[in-house]
T-cell receptor
Framework: DAKTTQPTSMDCAEGRAANLPCNHSTISGNEYVYWYRQIHSQGPQYIIHGLKNNETNEMASLIITEDRKSSTLILPHATLRDTAVYYCIVSHMDSNYQLIWGAGTKLIIKP | DVKVTQSSRYLVKRTGEKVFLECVQDMDHENMFWYRQDPGLGLRLIYFSYDVKMKEKGDIPEGYSVSREKKERFSLILESASTNQTSMYLC????????????FGPGTRLTVT
């Protein structure tokens, strides 16, 4: 079973920041948080990952709470092309090659 | 850019047929994966391979086999297709030790009638 809890769906206005929450209250000390997204009719795409520090790349920012029990993926200026299902995954970095996928959050960007 | 290609986007097969799904990656990745994706069930790992001729079962290997004769190619085989294998099949690859960053192909929508 997935170790994360995400809202089923969210809306965001185009041009605004999209903030996607994820709860992972049972995360252990050496488990990372990974985010992927899946645009309709495509395979999933890796976005970002982190352990305990906040992370930023060209796609998004990842904010992890100090107790590491939750995190937020931030898309700073959402566009219509960001409409997708976003998956938050918790796993060891080399966890027997397995990522356990939950249902994700359907993010709809509205014009 | 990393490219993972799958042999077909859509495939229709009959019950009992032997089905081959092919996946090729061009980034010299050691790891390759086969998943299936069904509504409400998310992505589930069928098999993965961490080297040529090496394979490990994932969560749902029953009814499937795999073949990896070359590093860049990973095949999923349905020995005798059944209607409950109708699904979206996704192939992925990654560097060894970087399982978290998997690159996915576009998927094959398989329908078994």
């Amino acid at each position: 079973d997935a170790k994360t809890t995400q809202p089923t769906s969210m809306d965001c206005a185009e041009g605004r920041a999209a903030n996607l929450p994820c709860n992972h209250s049972t995360i252990s000390g050496n488990e990372y948080v990974y985010w992927y997204r899946q645009i309709h009719s495509q395979g999933p795409q890796y976005i970002i990952h982190g352990l305990k520090n906040n992370e930023t790349n060209e796609m998004a920012s990842l904010i992890i709470t100090e107790d590491r029990k939750s995190s937020t993926l931030i898309l700073p200026h959402a566009t219509l092309r960001d409409t997708a299902v976003y998956y938050c995954i918790v796993s060891h970095m080399d966890s027997n090659y397995q990522l356990i996928w939950g249902a994700g959050t359907k993010l709809i960007i509205k014009p | 850019d990393v490219k993972v290609t799958q042999s077909s986007r859509y495939l229709v097969k009959r019950t009992g047929e032997k089905v081959f799904l092919e996946c090729v990656q061009d980034m010299d990745h050691e790891n390759m994966f086969w998943y299936r994706q069904d509504p409400g069930l998310g992505l589930r790992l069928i098999y993965f391979s961490y080297d040529v001729k090496m394979k490990e079962k994932g969560d749902i290997p029953e009814g499937y086999s795999v073949s990896r004769e070359k590093k860049e190619r990973f095949s999923l085989i349905l020995e005798s297709a059944s209607t409950n294998q109708t699904s979206m099949y996704l192939c992925a690859s990654s560097f060894q030790g970087e399982t978290y960053e998997q690159y996915f192909g576009p998927g094959t929508r398989l329908t078994v009638t």
